[in-house]
């Protein structure tokens, strides 16, 4: 196996050697430099986001321009407010698979972002953003990074995982539990229902 992957490798590796090399003698010397747009046009900088209201965030920026007019993709990264990109905390791939100089991000999607970036559940707090232009195995940041005041979604986290119901409406499962303990336990035991319904005011305890 251990062979075959490696001839592969070889194939491929050769294949594309054999492809640059064929580039330049047809005159056409490979062109990876790209002239990055460097503006964020939206969100502004210091601008303001509420997730509660559950709206998308749309981010803008001006196009990049490569110098042999090729294919330009876009990644949107972000990071926090001190942050320089780097490591960035999340990237996010522009519409129409990268090609298009803007993004629409869900409340949900940015209130994970948030998240990484330190802003506490019900809370505001800032973070950066920017944006990559590439071209090939080449890329480029853009020099501008604008900050953005966020402030996320008031959700319970961490996610319970246990819901204790009481109360006259869910009698009914309280009777269908009660019965079906009677089965597995194998009881033919008359069970006074009665006993566990729910009052208003019970000063005694329920009977194990």
């Keep these: 196996m251990k062979t075959i992957l490696k001839n592969i490798m ?103 972002v948030a998240a990484l970036a330190g802003i506490e559940n019900a809370k505001t707090g800032q973070l950066k953003w920017t944006v990559r232009a590439g071209k090939g195995l080449f890329a480029q940041t853009y020099t501008q990074a604008n900050v953005l005041t966020v402030s996320r979604i008031n959700l319970v986290d961490p996610l319970p995982t246990a819901v204790m119901l009481k109360g006259e409406a869910v009698w009914n499962m309280t009777v269908m539990f009660l019965h079906m303990w009677s089965v597995v336990n194998g009881s033919r035991e008359p069970v006074d229902y009665s006993e566990y319904m729910p009052h208003r005011y019970h000063p005694e305890p329920f009977p194990l």
Excluded: H, R
Aim: charged content about 20%; some cysteine; overall charge negative.
């Design 10 to 112: 070889l194939f491929a590796a050769g294949a594309l050697t054999l492809g640059f090399t064929a580039c330049e003698e047809d005159g056409q010397d490979l062109n990876f430099k790209i002239q990055p747009g460097n503006e964020l046009y939206a969100p502004a900088d210091n601008a303001s986001v509420n997730l509660d209201q559950g709206l998308n965030t749309s981010f803008e920026w001006a196009p990049s321009v490569a110098e042999d007019g090729g294919y330009i993709t876009y990644e949107v990264l972000f990071d926090k407010a001190d942050g320089d990109f780097s490591a960035p905390l999340a990237v996010k791939n522009s519409q129409m698979t990268g090609s298009k100089a803007s993004l629409s991000i869900s409340a949900k999607e940015l209130n994970e």
